[in-house]
């Protein structure tokens, strides 16, 4: 099968229309900083709407500083969310609700094994 590769701006306005639509969509990461739970190009997550308050331990794509990033919520507070990878151990970001775009609701491992994310 052929690849085609696109910006993330495309592929993810698209995906925030999906799940803005209220359909799930399942996409494949990059990067490692989700390592050891999600690994780049080999796992495959499925993204939909937020239907309910976010909680820590959910994992969510966000906008954070004209990037999409998908991590873990670390804390909740009245300033925002605060979101760390579970393979970054100094590194964390800050959003707010509306830059969140879907939550994590499934995990296909490279293996074909589904996993549901827990907290």
Known sequence: MDKKVISNDILFAAVKDLVDEGRPVTI????DSMLPFIHSDRDS?????????????DIVLFR????YIMHRI????KDG?????DGNLNVMEHCTASDVIGIVTGLTKGNGRRI???K
Do not use: F, Q
């Not at 954070?64 to 990037?67: A, D, L, N, V």
């Not at 969310?81 to 990878?85: D, K, N, R, V």
């Open 116 to 118: 549901k994310p827990g």
């Open 64 to 67: 954070y500083k004209g990037k």
């Open 81 to 85: 969310i605060t979101l760390m990878g």
């Open 45 to 57: 997550v499925t993204l939909e709407r937020v239907g309910g308050p976010l909680s820590v331990g």
């Open 28 to 31: 494949r990461p990059k990067g």
């Open 74 to 77: 670390y804390a909740i507070g």
